[in-house]
């Protein structure tokens, strides 16, 4: 049946590929064999119920303690013309009634319920009737006591399973350490049935802790950089949500609150502009969120400290769900403990020594100097092998360096210069890398000669550089978010008398480079963003038609590609991600005429996308032997850099990866890839002499910072090549 669940996922719900682990838990569910699985926010947990209920006779039962996941499930079921239902309170009586109805006489395939709702004897009366092929428990971590959302309704689900024995178990968590596990197998007798383990990293969330100076300034700033997207900030009490709110709203910021003081009536109204992208910010107290299934949350901000890793976990789990790049930053001081220690001293026994644990490993993750996937990942019992994410703040600042920035600040401060100082880093950006944004075309600015002279760099490399050199006072700005202003230091650099060095704060962008590779793509750096904001507006137009929040009509990753692929019939709009037979007929027209006329207007010629053969053309494996057997016969790492379309950095690992699986490698070709002079490179060596070369840190630390990881695993690889 797996050849079915691979026609389902392309032709019903427009994705090539499953993604890591998906495969193998449909599988296991289609044999009817339970299973745990733990996947993180984002990683595709529902297919892994939804396809399988497409497939089975009978009917999918879905537990979920999250009334508002519940109707945002069978809103996007319902687009794809899946029969999905749910029972919970939200309803009226009448509509209550329709949808029993509906299960009496078989036509639903999926129905979303709470526990307190299947545990009804109603609701059990009416199910006996029934054919049940597949008991979902989703949010499966609330069954355990160790888990930090336990909810006793839970525990009445193992009565329900005894109701329906030929039912396969499917029991889904995003978090759960390896003893809420094991609670989770016991309570629903699973035996020996087999866990799922996702790997708990994100590697699309950068994470990021500020010492926390100026709060409300540091949230503007934030802010600032992050226009037109939709994120959550999470405050401590209703009383910060409420003060936060209104100096955002006060500076202009689309921006609602969410806490408990507020009427159940407005906080549902609230949460419904921010998942309709009517707002784009909430703020909020941890109450909010929970069930909000957005794909396109650009960043989750905590202003106070989070109370234990499982919440923060879950809390920044809200972003980047459709796998772009989402920032996560915590405000920090220390002083914040004492307010969570208060609420901890109220618990007693047990309960406390827990609290107390978790707010330890909350501390632990805060303070740490080394990569943040180390303690974070840790705490789930998961081991984060590599040296440098390149998605956190700690790993980027160990590879910033001081450079000569001149050539590039001539040219950022010129650019300033011939647009009369009128404008802020944003728009300097836009024009050095050349936009065809409608303002700077009508305000002449592509006639400039600093028009498209900088693509060397992407657009967040020529912010950070404005505001570097606002700091070192080639640039001033009147206000925190106003125009940039030369300065009389400016004119030195300008007429050449004078060079700007820098190490770039980059731990606001994408800069490492494996980071760039999980991140970034040709899609990502060249859609034509003028229109993929008329493709917005057509989707926000479709979605209120049928009160829908818009990326149930499509995600954000859809409206990219098309607007990078720019197809011109319903038969190319099939291979774009997302799309499926049936979202192609509902909408296909609708958008394929903004696309023509688009290209029409701008003598844009459509790219050719085709999905990919089921069968990889070069697996992993293939790739690691293909690149060592490449490098052997004499290909520089340069070169096979260039031939694979990667940086260096990917093919030392290729090559790693070579040599570790029992091959041998020729060591003179790769020194020829290091920087390092003979003497340094000898230092370096002699280092990895005295410490286990197998972990790059403390290398790193031993040679006071001297020398970037970048380097340092090439003569990694060289040393290990020369022990062969």
């Known amino acids: 049946m797996i050849k079915e669940a691979h026609n389902k996922l392309t032709n019903v719900f427009g994705f090539e590929d499953f993604r890591p682990l998906q495969e193998e838990v449909i599988s296991q569910v289609l044999d009817k064999k339970d299973a745990l699985v733990i996947m993180p926010t984002g990683g595709g947990k529902s297919l892994c119920y939804q396809i399988p209920a497409l497939l089975f006779d009978g009917l999918t039962i879905v537990v979920s303690p999250l009334i508002s996941l519940m109707k945002d499930q069978v809103e996007q079921l319902r687009q794809y013309d899946i029969p999905a239902i749910f029972l919970n309170s939200t309803l009226t009586p009448e509509e209550y009634e329709e949808n029993v109805q509906k299960i009496k006489d078989g036509d639903v395939k999926m129905v979303y319920m709470a526990p307190e709702t299947l545990m009804m004897d109603k609701t059990r009366e009416l199910l006996s009737n029934q054919q049940i092929d597949l008991f979902t428990i989703d949010e499966a971590h609330c069954i355990s006591e160790w888990g930090h959302d336990f909810r006793p309704d839970y525990r009445a689900l193992t009565e329900v399973r005894e109701d329906f024995p030929e039912a396969v178990c499917l029991a889904l968590t995003a978090t759960a350490t390896p003893r809420v596990r094991e609670d989770i197998k016991d309570i629903l007798n699973f035996g020996k049935s087999e866990t ?20 409300l300034e540091q949230t503007l700033d934030f802010l600032y950089t992050r226009k037109k997207q939709s994120g959550i900030i999470y405050c401590f009490s209703r009383k910060q949500v409420e003060e936060l709110y209104v100096e955002l709203k006060k500076e202009g910021h689309s921006v609602k609150p969410y806490h408990a003081g507020l009427s159940k009536k407005l906080r549902n109204k609230n949460q419904e502009a921010f998942i309709r992208d009517d707002i784009q910010i909430i703020v909020a107290t941890i109450a909010f969120g929970m069930g909000i299934d957005k794909p396109n949350v650009r960043f989750v901000m905590h202003y106070d400290l989070p109370k234990n890793i499982e919440s923060y976990y879950q809390q920044i789990g809200r972003a980047g769900r459709d796998g772009l790049r989402a920032d996560c930053l915590v405000l920090y001081n220390r002083s914040d403990k004492r307010k969570i220690q208060y609420f901890i001293n109220q618990k007693e026994g047990t309960e406390k020594r827990v609290a107390e644990k978790h707010l330890k490993e909350m501390l632990k993750f805060m303070e740490t100097d080394e990569c943040r996937r180390v303690p974070l990942m840790g705490y789930f019992g998961e081991t984060y092998e590599n040296d440098n994410c390149g998605m956190c703040d700690n790993c980027l600042s160990i ?54 002279v900088g693509n060397e760099w992407a657009k967040e490399h020529w912010i950070l550089l404005g505001r570097m050199l606002v700091k070192q006072e080639y640039l001033s700005q009147q ?27 980059r731990s606001d962008t994408v800069v490492g480079d494996e980071a760039i590779e999980r991140t970034s793509s040709e899609v990502q750096n060249n859609f034509e963003e003028d229109l993929f904001e008329q493709l917005e507006i057509k989707r926000k137009e479709l979605a209120d038609e049928q009160a829908v929040p818009p990326y149930v009509i499509f995600p954000d990753t859809t409206l990219m590609e098309m607007s990078y692929y720019l197809p011109q019939s319903t038969d190319h709009l099939m291979p774009i991600y997302g799309m499926g037979t049936v979202k192609k007929k509902k909408y296909g027209m609708d958008f394929l005429k903004i696309i023509r006329n688009y290209c029409e207007e701008h003598n844009l010629e459509e790219r050719e996308k085709t999905l990919k053969k089921k ?24 070169h096979l850099a260039e031939q694979y379309g990667v940086k260096k950095v990917t093919i030392i690992k290729h090559l790693k990866t070579y040599l570790e699986n029992g091959n041998e490698l020729r060591p ?26 197998h972990m790059l840190r403390p290398i790193y630390n031993k040679l006071d910072k001297s020398v970037g990881y970048d380097e340092l695993r090439i003569i990694q690889l060289y040393y290990m090549a020369q022990q062969k």
């Open 196 to 215: 799922f383990l996702a790997s708990f990293d994100r590697k699309n969330l950068f994470l990021k802790v500020a010492d926390k100076e100026d709060p």
């Open 399 to 452: 590879d910033a360096e001081v450079e000569d920035l001149t050539v590039q600040a001539q040219k950022f401060m010129s650019c300033v210069a011939r647009t009369n100082e009128e404008y802020g880093p944003y728009y300097i950006a836009d024009i050095l890398r050349g936009s065809t944004k409608k303002e700077v075309l009508e305000n002449g600015h592509d006639e400039l000669s600093t028009y498209n």
């Open 479 to 505: 206000e925190s978010r106003g125009p940039l202003i030369l300065t009389d230091q400016a004119k030195a650099v300008l007429n050449g008398k004078e060079n700007v060095f820098g190490a770039l704060d």
């Open 615 to 638: 069968k990889k053309a070069l697996s992993e494996k293939d790739k690691h032997q293909r690149i060592g057997e490449h490098f052997n016969n004499g290909k520089s790492i340069a």
């Open 668 to 693: 003179e070709g790769i020194v020829e890839a290091s920087s390092l002079s003979t003497r340094k490179r000898n230092k370096v060596l002699e280092v990895f002499d005295d410490i286990a070369p």
